[in-house]
């Protein structure tokens, strides 16, 4: 095991990390869609300063990747493990279990409690279980495909007008705009995990690394009459795929319909924009049923049910 560098490493390693990645994805969540090369390679390597990320590969004797396990820090207790995945023709030789020793590892140099990741299958369950951890929460994967149903337009209630922006977030809107990102910790998840922490400086920070990969950030966002953002999604796109990044609102806004107001639009416009997407796609926490909710009104069809994973360190 060698770590890998996720700035410098060949076109031939990244390729052989990408089929380990696409293969197993395809494997386990066929309905689902997989991104491409280039844009998994730059979800990987172009990250906010603050987001601290570490690699590590196994290679056959033919030089060939057949093990990689990326993680990143995710907050002060916790290192978030977005791909640990060992071909199929070299499992149960101990590279999976070699890569998360380097990833526990990592965790422990940086005064974390844990290691958090999510599965998709029942081997990699029983792998999570081997290691002495748990299950924790579980999360609903859907796709939407267009076209989209004008009859499923939502008006605001008096008080709210719309407004959407691409890329960075107006600066006088800045501020209410990182109060409503907070919300999303409001959804359900582990007590283990900290909440999300939003500040300006990250918010840019995350806009920056969106527009690194080449990811177009769409914002729409329902605003009270005095102009402060009471709720929110958040598409990126790449290419002929797009996916939602968050989708809140504020406590003292909710039951009002501003989420499938929010998203409603959203999605008109992305339709408008670029005709070329196919598929977006949108992850729930499983007991979220009013978000759910929202987008099975919009036409968004399960695809994969992911579970989340602990590994206390």
């Known amino acids: 095991m060698t770590p890998f560098d996720l700035t410098t490493g060949s076109d031939t390693d990244w390729a052989d990390v990408y089929r380990l990645h696409a293969n197993h994805r395809t494997q386990a969540a066929p309905a689902e869609s997989i991104t491409t090369e280039a844009d998994y390679r730059a979800r990987l390597s172009h990250l906010p300063p603050s987001a601290h990320a570490a690699a590590w590969a196994h290679r056959a004797p033919t030089g060939d990747i057949v093990a990689f396990a990326w993680a990143v820090l995710h907050s002060a207790r916790t290192v978030w493990v977005s791909d640990l995945i060992v071909a199929p023709e070299h499992r149960r030789q101990g590279h999976g279990r070699a890569l998360f020793t380097l990833v526990k590892g990592y965790a422990e140099s940086r005064g974390c409690r844990s290691v958090a990741g999510s599965v998709l299958t029942e081997p990699g369950r029983a792998f999570v279980t081997a290691l002495g951890g748990r299950e924790s929460n579980r999360s609903r994967r859907s796709v939407w495909h267009p076209p989209l149903d004008p009859d499923l337009r939502r008006d605001l209630p008096a008080g709210y007008h719309l407004r959407s922006w691409i890329g960075a977030t107006p600066d006088g809107l800045l501020d209410s705009f990182v109060r409503a990102r907070a919300a999303i910790n409001d959804a359900p998840r582990d007590a283990a995990i900290d909440d999300e922490v939003w500040t300006p400086e990250r918010l840019r920070e995350v806009e920056q690394a969106a527009a690194d990969r080449g990811n177009e950030v769409r914002v729409t966002a329902a605003l009270t009459a005095d102009g402060t953002v009471a709720g929110f999604t958040d598409l990126r796109v790449t290419g002929t795929q797009a996916m939602v ?14 989420a499938q107001a929010v998203k409603y639009e959203s999605l008109r416009l992305l339709v408008a924009d670029h005709p070329a997407v196919t598929t977006v ?32 360190v």
């Open 281 to 312: 796609s949108t992850s729930n926490d499983a007991t979220n049923a009013a978000m759910i909710a929202v987008n099975t009104k919009l036409g968004f069809i399960e695809t994969a049910t992911w579970t989340h994973v602990l590994v206390t």
């Open 245 to 258: 990044d968050d989708t809140a609102v504020l406590p003292e806004h909710r039951n009002r319909g501003l």
